[in-house]
């Protein structure tokens, strides 16, 4: 760079010529560029860390939310569906290790005509569980039917309203409304339910609605014909029935 007086050479930073002591302009000019351009880079780069921290902020507390929100989910997961994934798990880990034991008391307390024991081990062991069992799903319910019936009418009492004669009559007409579509197999013409009557299950239905007439004749009172007519009757005919025969 030439001093534009005489002619010497100059560094951009020199504020006058070292030969002739003009004042250089081309270093007030470099200044004031300096300046600016500091100023600007200082203004840019506190923009930059702006946005950098606003953005980093954002990214912590979105990534804070994700985090929460994926612990929620399995939170949740592990209040509403996690114990019974767990449970479901563990009764299927038990049937199968017992396949067999559970099948051969099964089949034992059928050929008994143990009801009682047939619904208090299938509901023990949740059995309607596992697919192996669906056999005894609809002794199962008969079963269940059958020890209602004759809870109620153990616990008959005209004195008290739960167990009065209307009360029983109804609770008991609805009842035997499912036990004959369970043992006459009214309801149940799906094909899922044909290995719940075979021969063998069917017999065991004949047996268990004999008794269910037995109890209906010594506990309510209820002749042989009537008990053999109550699969025909409507609810209310039968709870009419039942009702007369409980008082009588």
Not at 215 to 231: D, F, W
């Amino acid at each position: 760079m030439k001093c534009p007086s005489c002619g010497a050479n100059l560094q951009i930073e020199d504020e006058r010529c070292p030969f002739c002591g003009k004042e250089n302009p081309f270093a007030a000019k470099h200044r004031s560029d300096m300046y600016y351009y500091d100023q600007e880079f200082h203004k840019t780069r506190q923009a930059v860390e702006q946005k950098t921290n606003l953005f980093t902020m954002t990214a912590v507390k979105i990534s804070v939310i994700a985090v929460l929100a994926v612990l929620n989910l399995g939170m949740f997961y592990l209040v509403k569906e996690g114990p019974y994934e767990i449970w479901k798990w563990q009764v299927h880990r038990d049937i199968q290790t017992h396949l067999a034991e559970y099948d051969s008391r099964m089949e034992k307390y059928e050929k008994e005509g143990n009801w009682e024991a047939i619904n208090a081990f299938y509901n023990e062991k949740e059995l309607h569980m596992d697919e192996n069992f669906r056999e005894y799903s609809i002794l199962y319910y008969a079963s269940g039917d059958y020890g209602y019936v004759l809870s109620i009418l153990m616990n008959y009492s005209e004195e008290n309203e739960y167990t009065n004669a209307e009360y029983s009559g109804s609770r008991i007409a609805q009842i035997l409304d499912d036990f004959y579509a369970c043992a006459d197999r009214t309801n149940y013409e799906s094909e899922y339910y044909d290995a719940c009557y075979t021969g063998e299950h069917r017999e065991a239905l004949m047996h268990l609605k004999t008794d269910m007439e037995a109890i209906l004749m010594a506990y309510a009172n209820l002749t042989e014909e009537e008990v053999k007519a109550l699969p025909d009757y409507s609810e209310t005919k039968k709870k009419s029935l039942i009702m007369e025969g409980l008082q009588r």
